[in-house]
């Protein structure tokens, strides 16, 4: 499969950041997490949504945070990804420390090193595949012409070489998850978040996603790190962070084939 790096070209570098920290075991820390916590609400309304949680994701490796609704799972995740702010703790990425950032810079960061991909899909019904996938290149300063063009090449590998021209209500609702992990990857981001990938699809077509999202995303000097409920996908991930009332009780790491399965009990 061809890289998408190939495929970006010398769009604009937005929010640079440093090299990757190590673990003590030697393995390139992409996301450090430590004594994060975040609630919402106040007085009888106050909700402790993460208590203290403390998680690396290594680059190179495909995470997954799984646990029960309403465990927090989606609020680490945004927590991350720098779309929520966390109330106390240290949140890092690829060696920023992006709880220290300004809203401004945040924005910026994101926008270069993170892609996004949610339960639904988010596609804009009146642009193409080509043109939905080529947004974030957009966003970054890069024309029209040159941003589509990239799109198209990087859902070509996604095995949508035929329907980059159809617009999103003449695709089913795999074809739509391929354009929205285009449309994550078309920019070359170094961290890819999902929320939810597969809930909306049926049995073959989730893992058919979730074995691009493993192909395709998963390099060195990348992580992924996927929040799931289907526990049909649990053996994509190699390193697993269960969650209960906001807070991670077991970290499962799967080693050798990634595939394997897991416990039935998680």
Known sequence: MESTAALTGS??????????????????????IRGVSKHFGAGDQLVYALRGVDW???????????????????????????????????????????????????TVFRARNIGFVFQQYNLLPALTAAENAAIPLVIAGASKVRAVEKARAVLTTLGMGKKTESLPNQLSGGQQQRVAIARALVHEPRLLVCDEPTAALDHETGLNVMELLRDAAVRPGRAVVVVTHDNRVFHFGERIARMDDGRIVEVIEQHGDPRKNLPASH
Do not use: W
């Not at 720098?82 to 990425?93: H, K, P, R, Y």
């Open 11 to 32: 769009v604009p570098l937005l929010g640079a950041v440093g090299a990757l920290s190590r673990s003590p075991g030697e393995r390139a820390v992409a996301v450090g």
């Open 56 to 106: 690396e994701v290594y680059a190179g490796q495909m995470s997954m945070i799984i646990g029960p609704s309403g465990c927090g799972k989606t609020t680490l995740l945004s927590v991350i990804a720098g779309i929520l702010n966390a109330d106390a703790g240290v949140v890092e990425l690829f060696g920023a420390d992006v709880t220290r950032m300004s809203d401004r810079r945040k």
